[in-house]
């Protein structure tokens, strides 16, 4: 069971960006998917996910209206779209889906048992 996490890089302020999450071992299809960031120092921060049980979708305030979280049509992905990109997104972007991930509880790091390994994203012109 792994998360293959992708499609980081460098991206100037105002720009766009999509992350890929691959699953092998299992499909997504009844999982909670979430997306988290981290920087040196702090804790990793939950910022989109999608619900397990109904497929709700929860934002950390400084995401709203910028990016979006969804599902491939395969049942193995998810994607993280990322636009009006700012230096402050600058992170370790990860992905993380776990079937215990439901409600707002899936924007927390502890619902989750599978990780992608990360994927730098930096915000500069």
């Known amino acids: 069971v792994q998360l293959q996490a992708s499609g980081g890089g460098l991206v100037k302020p105002g720009g766009s960006l999509r992350l890929s999450c691959a699953a092998s071992g299992f499909s997504l299809e009844h999982y909670g998917i979430g997306w988290f960031r981290q920087v040196p120092g702090k804790e990793r921060e939950g910022i989109l996910c999608?619900?397990?049980?109904?497929?709700?979708?929860y934002y950390a305030d400084s995401v709203k209206g910028r990016f979006t979280i969804s599902r491939g049509t395969a049942k193995n992905t998810m994607f993280l779209q990322m636009n009006s990109l700012r230096p402050e997104d600058t992170a370790v972007y990860y992905c993380?889906?776990?079937?215990?991930?439901?409600?707002?509880?899936?924007?927390?790091?502890?619902?989750?048992?599978?990780w992608g390994q990360g994927t730098q994203v930096t915000v500069s012109s």
């Open positions: 993380a889906a776990d079937y215990k991930a439901y409600g707002s509880g899936c924007l927390s790091a502890g619902s989750y048992d599978y």
């Open positions: 999608m619900s397990s049980d109904d497929y709700s979708v």
